[in-house]
C-alpha cells in the first residue's frame, strides 16, 4: 500500500514558491518592456491624425486657390477650406495672404500630446516645431513620427 500511497501525494503536490517566484519575474520582465512600447505606440497613432488632417488640408487650400486665386479667407466658414477639427490636434489657419499660408496642429494636452506642434505650408514644407516629452526631433524640418526623431 505504501507505494500507492506515495503516487497520490505525487499527483496532489501544486507549484513551490520558486517555481511562482520565477513566473512572477518574468511576468514583471514582459510588463517592464511592453508597457512603454505600447504607450509608444498608442502617441504614433494619435500622429497620423495631424499629418493626415493637414495633408488633406493643403490640398483644399489649393483648390481654394485654383477657385479665387488668393488664400485670404480660405479657412473661413463657408469656404471650401474651412480650419479642420480633430481629438487629438487643434487646428490653426493663422493669417493667410494672397500667395502664402500655413496650417499648424498643435496637440490637445488633455488627449496625451502636449508638445506636438506640426506645420505645413503653401510650398509643401512640412515642419515639427516641437515634440513631446521624451521624443526627438525639434525645429524638424519634416514630420516627426517617432520617437528617435525619425520622419
Known amino acids: 500500500m505504501k507505494p500507492e500511497r506515495s503516487f497520490a501525494m505525487k499527483l496532489a503536490r501544486g507549484f513551490t514558491l520558486v517555481e511562482l517566484l520565477i513566473v512572477v519575474a518574468i511576468i514583471g520582465v514582459i510588463a517592464a518592456i511592453a508597457v512603454p512600447q505600447y504607450g509608444d505606440y498608442v502617441t504614433r497613432s494619435k500622429l497620423t491624425e495631424a499629418t493626415a488632417t493637414l495633408s488633406e488640408h493643403?490640398?483644399?487650400?489649393?483648390?481654394?486657390?485654383?477657385?479665387?486665386?488668393?488664400?485670404?479667407?480660405?479657412?473661413?466658414?463657408?469656404?471650401?477650406?474651412?480650419?479642420p477639427t480633430g481629438r487629438?490636434?487643434?487646428?490653426?489657419?493663422?493669417?493667410?495672404?494672397?500667395?502664402?499660408?500655413?496650417?499648424?496642429?498643435?496637440?490637445?494636452?488633455?488627449?496625451?500630446?502636449s508638445g506636438f506642434v506640426f506645420t505645413i505650408n503653401q510650398a509643401n514644407a512640412r515642419a515639427t516645431t516641437t515634440v513631446g516629452t521624451g521624443w526627438s526631433g525639434d525645429g524638424s524640418t519634416c514630420w516627426v513620427t517617432n520617437k528617435a526623431g525619425g520622419c
Not at 58 to 83: H, L, P, W
Open 58 to 83: 493643403r490640398v483644399k487650400m489649393e483648390q481654394y486657390f485654383q477657385d479665387n486665386r488668393t488664400y485670404v479667407s480660405a479657412c473661413q466658414a463657408g469656404s471650401i477650406a474651412v480650419t
Open 88 to 113: 487629438y490636434f487643434a487646428y490653426d489657419c493663422g493669417t493667410p495672404t494672397a500667395t502664402t499660408f500655413t496650417v499648424t496642429a498643435t496637440g490637445v494636452a488633455a488627449q496625451g500630446m
